[in-house]
């Protein structure tokens, strides 16, 4: 039998969301900034160069699946394709979220 683990929606947690569809040059970034900081989740988000836009996110179960569902609506001028999570380290000291620039 296998070891089933349980996570505490209240445990912080990391997160990388990857974004495709029309996400670049519609204000997309700026949109998960200010939803993340309404949530209360640190991080960053990203352009990157194949066109999709790149998230870390730290913060509980219940903060993380909130931006999740709004990264999925996005802004009026985006069209989201997909969001692709994965699990993600923690980082160390980063307690606010911000824009980064292009990778």
Partial sequence: MGKITVVDQRTPQARRFLVRGRVQGVGFRWFVEREAQTLGIAGWVRNRSDGTVEVLAMGTGDQLSGLRTRLRE?????????????????????????IEGAW
Avoid: C, Q, Y
Avoid at 74 to 97: K, M, Q, T
């Fill in 74 to 98: 996005g802004p009026r001028a985006a069209r989201v394709d997909d969001v692709e999570e994965s699990e993600a380290e923690p980082v160390r000291g980063l307690n606010a979220f911000r």
